[in-house]
């Protein structure tokens, strides 16, 4: 720990420690603070107490930062620190400057490392304290947003024993990811290396980055902790090359080796040189600060330890954020206590010093090289990076994981059943005992397999669904969750239908086989040997419409002829016959040519009517057609009906939802059980629909051809996919496999050479009812009963009238609108033929 104190030229100087040659000059008091909190918050006490120092710079450690920068506060003297990283130091108050890079930085340069190589996990290793843990919760966010994962976070304290380290390292290594991120301080950083490298993490196929924290010191580190980081990365803030910084490096690693003679002399650190622009921008502080306050007294003083409050500190701080200047680290300037953020370099550990592959600049992400930031071409991508070496000596990118880590093969779980194994089967050879597996999920599977940009050793597993007595003990929803567990199965596939249930314990790769759900019933034909076959070309509500009008014009024309037919004034009977089979003639007078309107309104329905049902019905004796009506899934519900569906599968429960009783739903082990239930009818044991998705439905239309029908809507659900666990790194690379091989139809390559087409066409649902239905002749209807009604209307009136003559009143009322016109007429011609001859003529080519 350093403390400042400015003061004027020509003053006694206690210490010999003067930097910069201004007018007002600095002098250093030095304090050991030992690493210790107690010691740095007494080192402090020490110094604003008795020596009443104006400025305070460090402590080294972000622990000791966080209590000594309370007691600036009280004081108002700046505590300024250039090696407290932990981003858990936000400022919260005034009088704390870091004049070091936040650790809170580098994270989104390491997530853009990790997006660059496309790894999906990341196992964090970090120091059990403050610097370690504070920046866990920005690491996790930047990983967050790459779309990585923190697959594991081991914490070691700081006084972690040998065998503590090698218990971790081992947990790690029989993990899944590959992929090590590493914030430690030097000292515990040094010995995990070593013990990684012991134990075989230093290999290929392992990718290890490290922190600022470690990259900047690595060149300090002795040569057996070199030769174990190599291949590693890291990323440390970018200094920017000048004739300055070439010239302080010469002449510190002059002194160096006048200091240390048994030594070599390294290249200054990046704390180094923050230190070293700190005193620069105090001593510009001071410089501007003068004499005012120098000489006044430090009347006030603090309750905490009597400490007295400073003056000057409070205007060395206000100064020091209105310095900028370039120095050695790169551009000073403070904002919010800290000084501005830079870019980060990328290095990779080869032989005995480190390689720079690339810079990350936070609004162009990752280049090469500094001086290409002005290109537009920037990205998160592995391109962007120079060549690497990685642990072992290996120049290949480690694919971020292994799977398992033992060396053993993929364990993939398929589903063995004795029916509905048209896609999956899975048999036994009676020779050799051993287990055989066909089918087009399988040759799928393998064509997915052989598309990753990597090769995976896999084996298959068989997950039986009967017992040996032919009972089912098993179902789809076991087969998923034992792949959960990771027990006995590391993935899984077959006809394994993606559900919302399913994936809250394991996760699916895109689907590769269409889904949804349907069902089919029966097909049922029209008999054309009906005795009452000649009624089903006109529907019920048709006949009785027909009827009903054949009896209403029957009866208004048997009231209009009353009166003017002789034959009206019979008996009852007469009257009947009367209205059954109409009057012949029709009489005279108005109420005959009334009658003569309501017969030829008939006539035109009745004629209309019968061309239209001897179609229909021709239609119906030459050709056999299927029922046209298919239920609804409400029909099926509220009829109360039995259905089927495969036994094992998610369908039970899906049928549930939909409404049907649990007791009315029969499951099936393969499709001749399911055609056999279909076939009873009525009987006992019987279904009425059958439900699966689709591609076992289409089967089954194939297999039993021309014998069900399918009904649609489909009911919307994922296809099938293939099954991992949680946070499988399989998941991406498997999905982005299928996708390639649907784009290039390698799928449905393999589907036409399975023969998987149906091999009979599907009996036609889409069929136009045959019946005729009264909304095709409601508008003849309407139109015959409105010129009978008004027939009617009229008959009523001269009936309630019969003093006026309505015929001769119409005649008058013709005659009159006639001569009106007439008489409108012949004015007009008057009035045209008294125009002028060229006015008549305009009016005329008008």
Known sequence: MVATSPIPSGATVPDPYILCNYKTRLVLYFRDSHESVIDAADAAIDLLRDVEVDAIIGPQRSTQVNFVMDLGDRVHVPIISFSATSPSLISRTRYFVRMAQSDAYQVEAIASIVKAFQWSQVCIISEDTEYG??????????????????????LFPKSSTDDFIYKELYKMMTMQTRVFVV????????????????????????????????????????????????????????????????????????????????????????????????????????????????????????????????????????????????????????????????????????????????????????????????????????????????????????????????????????????????????????????????????DVFEAVMAALPYAVSYEYVIYPFE?????????????????????????????????????????????????????????????????????EPLTKEMWKVSAAFYIFTGLS?????????????????????????????????????????????????????????????????????????????????????????????????????????????????????????????????SISAYFDVMPHIMLFLTQFCGKYVVARPIHRTEGFGFVFPKSSPLVADVSRAIIQLTEKGNILNIAELKSFKPGCAAPDTNINP????????????????GVTLACLGVSLIINLYPDVNFLQIISNFVLNTGSKFQALFRDFMQFFTSLPPRLRLYFGRA
């Not at 993490?201 to 300090?220: E, Q, R």
């Open 133 to 154: 843990t504070g920046i866990i919760p920005y690491l996790s966010n930047a990983l967050q947003n790459v779309n990585a994962i923190i697959s594991y976070r081991s």
């Open 183 to 442: 914030h430690m301080s030097e000292r515990l950083g040094a010995r995990l290396f070593l013990k990684a490298k012991e134990i075989g993490m230093m290999s290929s196929g392992y990718a290890w980055i490290v922190t600022s924290g470690l990259t900047d010191l690595y060149s300090l580190m002795n040569l057996s902790v070199v030769e174990a980081m190599q291949g590693v990365l890291g990323v440390k803030p970018l200094i920017p090359k000048s004739k300055e910084l070439d010239y302080f490096a010469t002449k510190w690693k002059t002194m160096f080796s006048h200091t240390y003679d048994d030594i070599k002399p390294a290249h200054p650190s990046i704390y180094g040189l923050w230190a070293y622009d700190t005193l620069c921008a105090l001593a510009m502080a001071a410089e501007r600060v003068g004499n005012r306050l120098l000489d006044a007294a430090n009347i006030s003083y603090s309750s905490v330890f009597d400490l007295p409050v400073s003056e000057t500190g409070h205007e060395l701080l206000k100064e020091m954020f209105k310095i900028r200047f370039r120095g050695l680290a790169g551009n000073f300037s403070l904002t919010k206590g800290q000084i501005e953020r830079t870019q980060y370099q990328i290095v990779n550990v080869i032989g005995t010093g480190d390689r720079e592959v690339g810079v990350w600049i936070p609004t162009h992400r990752i280049s090469r090289k500094v001086h290409q930031i002005a290109s537009s071409s920037f990205s998160i991508s592995k391109s962007n990076l120079g060549d690497i070496t990685w642990p072992g000596g290996s120049v290949v990118v480690p694919k971020g994981w292994e799977f398992p880590v033992n060396g053993n093969k993929i364990r993939i779980g398929v589903p063995q059943k004795s029916g509905f194994n048209e896609f999956l089967k899975v048999e036994k050879d009676p020779r050799t005992n051993a287990t055989k597996v066909s089918g087009y999920f399988k």
């Open 467 to 535: 017992k040996s007595d032919g009972s089912f003990s098993r179902s789809y929803d076991d087969l998923t969750y034992q792949v959960s567990l990771q027990e006995n199965y590391d993935a899984a596939f077959g006809d394994i239908t993606i559900t919302a249930n399913r994936s809250t314990y394991v996760d699916f790769s895109l689907p590769y086989v269409e889904g949804g759900v349907t069902y089919v019933i029966p097909v049922k034909y029209e008999d054309p040997d009906d005795k009452w076959a000649f009624l």
């Open 770 to 785: 045959s019946s005729v239905t009264l909304r095709s002749f409601q508008v003849l209807f309407g139109i015959t009963a």
């Open 557 to 685: 024309i048997w009231i209009l002829g009353r009166r003017v037919s002789t034959s009206s004034r019979g008996t009852a009977g007469q009257h009947a016959g009367m209205i059954c089979y109409f009057p012949l003639f029709p009489g005279q007078g108005i109420e005959g040519t009334l009658i003569c309107l309501i017969l030829v309104g008939w006539t035109i329905v009745s004629c209309l009517l019968m061309s239209t049902y001897t179609a229909s019905l021709s239609s119906k004796l030459t050709a056999q057609r299927l029922q046209p009506t298919v239920p609804d899934v409400k029909e099926l519900i509220e009829s109360g009906v039995y259905v089927g569906c495969q036994r094992g599968s998610f369908l039970v429960d899906f049928l549930k939802r939909l409404g049907f009783e649990g007791s009315k739903i029969r499951t099936y082990k393969c499709a001749e059980d399911c055609h056999e239930a279909l076939s009873k009818g009525n009987s006992n044991g």
